[in-house]
């Protein structure tokens, strides 16, 4: 049990104290969503602890005093630094719990709102360009960090429901070998994650051939490691080692994985603001692709998860799977049909090699030789550093190989305070030492 589902004394959707249990049954009325049911109550919780009250004392307040404690609680989230649109909805949660619990009529609790802005985002963001997405797939660091961005970006699935997906999701049309793959989006992943179907939408996308050859690649690698992934397992599992291999494979990706990773790629991929760039941008260049294709108002928002009017869910869900596969085979989610641009992979490669600053590399060697080709460049830059490293490897192979080594005097501390022995002084005055076996 969650620590404010403890201090609210709750269990699913009913509680001990009366007032959280009224609290409770209205939203789920109203509602229903595990996601709301999470939120409703922690922001209750943080106003009890601000408060030093319990549910059952609050609601002995008078309005005027309520009032006052909620406004002095929202005023110094403010200060804190919390955004506006964090601090609205924490005032509506608790104006509901408070009206919900006879507040109302005249007796309502009158606070201070907010200002929200049209478009208001406290945090900055950047889309990235179809470009700049291809070369953060191939920075990724491994196959199943190169599908995850692939699948982001070509299926627009929000970060839950990614999260959310299980093997048996893909799985028929992927041993059937379909090259653009459905995935299915249901109000029982909800069960996973609870924000995995956004209002209880079911619908469904599509991912493209690009991200079907690369996840194919992941779940191959994950195969042969695990001897085989079982339907129920989650489609991306967790990769760290402080798991079992039985339980690792068994856990789903948390969600700061998915936003630790996009950020990796975006940095290793040289975008400039790549602090910026988060798995939602995915989704929106999704949109973008999607619109800059031609694709239909209708077929865009079904896509995307949005609620359509009237009949319409029923029309996408039961008829028309394989005419919107076609239309959205047809969308280029790369500028050459998902062919790599060979400069940005090599780029991205040298960057996952530990090679930094390629770009300033590049334009220091064009500038001693103008008539170099980029190409050239980088293969020169790749090499050179490869060699180096190389070097300095082979180098400290032959040091540890060699048992035994000429110093200098005012070397001896040092080599007998990491193992070595001393053997003799030498004619010249310089010690034999040898290491310790």
């Known amino acids: ?234 489609l991306f599992c967790s990769e760290t080692t402080n798991l079992q291999p039985e339980i690792r494979r068994k856990t789903k990706i948390k969600r700061d994985t998915l936003e630790v990773v996009v950020k990796r790629a975006a940095k290793k991929a040289g975008i400039k603001d790549w602090q910026y760039v988060t798995p939602h941008c995915l989704r929106k260049a999704f949109e973008s692709a999607l619109r800059n294709s031609g694709i239909d108002i209708n077929d865009r928002e079904f896509l995307m998860g949005h609620i359509l009017p009237g009949s319409q869910d029923a029309y996408y869900d039961r008829s028309k799977v394989e005419n919107l596969r076609v239309k959205y085979s047809k969308v280029r989610f790369f500028p050459k049909t998902g062919e790599i641009d060979k400069l940005e992979m090599v780029k991205a490669f040298a960057k996952t090699l530990g090679i930094e600053g390629i770009e300033i590399k590049i334009a220091k060697l064009k500038e001693r030789e103008p008539n170099l080709s980029e190409e050239d460049a980088i293969g020169r830059i790749v090499k050179e550093e490869l060699i180096r490293s190389l070097g300095v490897e082979t180098r400290k192979a032959k040091e540890n190989s060699d048992p035994k080594k000429i110093i200098c005097e005012d070397e001896l501390e040092g080599y007998l305070a990491g193992g070595w022995d001393f053997v003799t002084v030498l004619p010249s005055g310089k010690i034999l030492v040898r290491r310790a076996m």
């Open 1 to 234: 049990m969650r620590s404010w589902e403890m201090y609210l004394k709750v269990k699913g959707w009913h509680s001990k104290y009366p007032s959280v249990d009224r609290f409770l049954r209205h939203y789920r009325r109203m509602l229903g969503s595990e996601r709301t049911r999470v939120n409703c109550l922690k922001a209750l919780t943080y106003f009890c602890q601000f408060t030093g009250l319990d549910p059952e004392q609050l609601i002995r307040l008078t309005p005027k005093k309520a009032g006052e404690k909620l406004q002095t609680f929202l005023d110094l989230k403010r200060e804190e630094g919390k955004s506006i649109r964090y601090i609205n909805a924490l005032q509506a949660y608790l104006k509901v719990f408070f009206r919900v619990n006879g507040f109302k009529n005249g007796k309502e609790v009158e606070v201070e709102g907010y200002h929200q802005p049209a478009r208001y985002r406290k945090r900055p963001e950047y889309i990235p360009t179809p470009e700049e997405i291809e070369r953060m797939a191939y920075a990724a660091g491994s196959k199943r960090n190169k599908a995850l961005i692939l699948l982001a970006y070509t299926s627009g699935l929000r970060n839950a429901t990614i999260r959310a997906l299980r093997y048996k999701d893909v799985k028929e049309e992927l041993e059937k070998g379909y090259e653009i793959i459905k995935i299915p989006v249901y109000p029982e992943m909800k069960k996973v994650d609870p924000e995995a179907c956004k209002g209880g939408i079911p619908y469904y996308t599509f991912i493209s051939k690009e991200t079907v050859k690369a996840l194919k690649e992941y779940l191959a690698e994950r195969m042969s490691k695990y001897g085989g992934i079982e339907p129920e397992e989650p």
